[in-house]
């Protein structure tokens, strides 16, 4: 099984910052199948990023994916109110498809 | 617009059976594999299930291998998640997810709520 640990744990920032949080698998997770996703509170996640690198449909470009291998990143270049949230990676490259333990950016 | 939109959920005591109904609309639902993702109480997130497009394949984890089953009528656009020998860890709410096809789950319903508790 792959594990995937994201850091930090809680993000504390201010509207208008820039939010870099990591994903760091256990097993280097082949062709990028990597996905980044944001759950705020009571709704059902939805998905940023997939491929690692590529925004899905209707998300805002200062969202942006980078990694490879064993190391991913999420990127907000500046931080809107309505980005503060929980955010989780998941490899779909191997079965189980697995999450990370997730990221909470709040304001600070 | 995707639609899902789970059913089914409710307080069962352990050892007991319940089944999950995701209906879907604004796709072709035979077109996609699906899969359930559940979220225990102030926890993260876990893939639960997954099926193939023609349902003729179906993976789980550990966790739930032996107990869950998940099936779809395609005549019918639903997925069903039958959860038998139910143990308080399951108790999360369940999400049904489309399973996009460049990858990651790319619809999401509200979830349904199942509590195992006696």
């Known amino acids: 099984e792959i594990v995937l640990t994201q850091s930090p744990g809680t993000l504390s920032l201010s509207p208008g910052d820039r939010a870099t949080l990591s994903c760091r698998a256990s097993?280097?997770?082949?062709?990028?199948?990597l996905a980044w996703y944001q759950q705020k509170p009571g709704q059902a996640p939805r998905l940023l990023i997939y491929?690692?690198?590529t925004r899905a449909t209707g998300i805002p470009d200062r969202f942006s994916g980078s990694g490879s291998g064993t190391d991913f990143t999420l990127t907000i270049s500046r931080l809107e109110p309505e980005d503060f949230a929980v955010f989780y990676c998941?490899?779909?490259?191997?079965?189980?498809?697995?999450f990370g333990q997730g990221t909470k950016v709040e304001i600070k | 617009e995707v639609q899902l939109v789970e059913s089914g959920g409710g307080l069962v005591q352990p050892g007991g059976s319940l089944r999950l109904s995701c209906v879907a609309s604004g796709f072709t639902f035979s077109s996609y594999a699906m899969a359930w993702i559940r979220q225990a109480p102030g926890k993260g997130l876990e893939w639960v299930s997954a099926?193939?497009?023609?349902?003729?394949?179906?993976y789980y984890p550990d966790s739930v291998k032996g107990r869950f089953t998940l099936s779809r009528d395609n005549s019918k656009n639903t997925l069903y998640l039958q959860m038998n020998s139910l143990r308080a860890d399951d108790t999360a709410v369940y999400y049904c997810?489309?399973?996009?096809?460049?990858?990651?789950?790319?619809?999401w319903g509200q979830g349904t709520l199942v509590t195992v508790s006696s």
């Open positions: 097993q280097s997770v082949t062709s990028g199948y």
């Open positions: 099926i193939h497009t023609s349902g003729s394949y179906t």
């Open positions: 998941q490899q779909y490259d191997r079965s189980p498809r697995t």
């Open positions: 997810a489309r399973v996009g096809w460049m990858g990651g789950y790319d619809s």
């Open positions: 491929g690692a690198s």
